[in-house]
């Protein structure tokens, strides 16, 4: 299945990409998607503690199944206000 | 959710319908936009004849953090889930003190020393209650809504990293609700 992932702050500039696509297993869950974008860019490894996640627009769980079409996004810890 | 083009600027803005009382559409409780920030406006976006007391938060860049000297701030925001996320603030305060009405608006891009970043209003019928769910939303902001600062300061530039963003962490929301009514 095809998944979306967005990327902010400085997830977004160490990956070098704010969106990116991909296919992976069925049964995948949002942390598949975290491992398979860690095993692209290693230097995001050191957020694997403090990520979290939003599918489809929503906050999620890291233990979230994934669906064809998908959108996740991770966030690094916030800063706003 | 609407994503709408402000006449004025042709600036795009991304907020979110509120669910308690009277929801203005030109002018929404939830907002997150790269327009300047109004803190009057939104004080009188929750004020009705109801209101005896609003209480206004505005959070401003300052000109120093952790012994650097700051030159700007660029705000960075997944605005939907911002919006979302300030809704749901809204909804934990009302459950806490029925009486108010919330509006959070904030702002996101680059930001000069000086410049309001968010700005809180809290309306209720007696002071006591706005003040505390003005706290209590700061302190939620700060620790789940997906918005992002990166400093600029003399000799380099840092991602601000603060809480990982969890809104169902119980304990955090339970902190936020100690200095509310502290």
């Not at chain 2, 669910?19 to 929404?28: A, L």
């Not at chain 2, 959070?59 to 749901?88: I, M, Q, S, T």
């Amino acid at each position: 299945m095809l998944v979306t992932i967005r990327l902010f702050a400085r997830l977004r500039e160490l990956a070098g990409a704010s969106e990116l696509q991909h296919e992976l297993p069925e049964g995948a869950s949002a942390r598949t998607a975290w491992e398979r974008l860690v095993r692209d860019h290693p230097s995001l490894e050191e957020y694997g503690r403090a990520v979290s996640c939003a599918v489809n627009e929503e906050y999620a769980r890291l233990t979230t199944p994934l669906k064809h079409g998908d959108e996740v996004a991770f966030l690094p810890p916030v800063s706003g206000g | 959710m609407p994503l709408t083009s402000d006449a004025a600027t042709g600036r795009s803005v991304i907020s979110g319908a509120y669910t308690k009382g009277v929801s203005n559409p030109r002018s929404p409780r939830f907002q997150v936009t790269a327009d300047s920030l109004d803190a009057a406006a939104v004080a009188a976006s929750v004020a009705g004849p109801t209101t005896g007391a609003v209480a206004t938060f505005v959070g401003l860049v300052r000109d120093h953090n952790a012994g650097r000297r700051v030159l700007w701030l660029d705000y960075e925001a997944f605005a939907p889930l911002a919006v979302k996320a300030f809704e749901r603030i809204a909804t934990e305060i009302a459950a806490q003190w029925p009486s108010v009405d919330l509006a959070i608006h904030h702002r996101t891009g680059r930001l000069g020393i000086g410049d309001a970043s968010i700005v809180i209003g809290a309306a209720s019928p007696h002071r006591a209650e706005a003040f505390s769910a003005c706290r209590y939303a700061i302190e939620r902001v700060k620790q789940i809504a997906p918005i992002w600062k990166h400093e600029h300061f003399e000799g380099g530039q840092v991602w601000i990293e603060g809480a990982t963003a969890d809104p169902e962490d119980e304990a955090a929301r339970q902190a936020a609700m100690a200095r509310a009514c502290s």
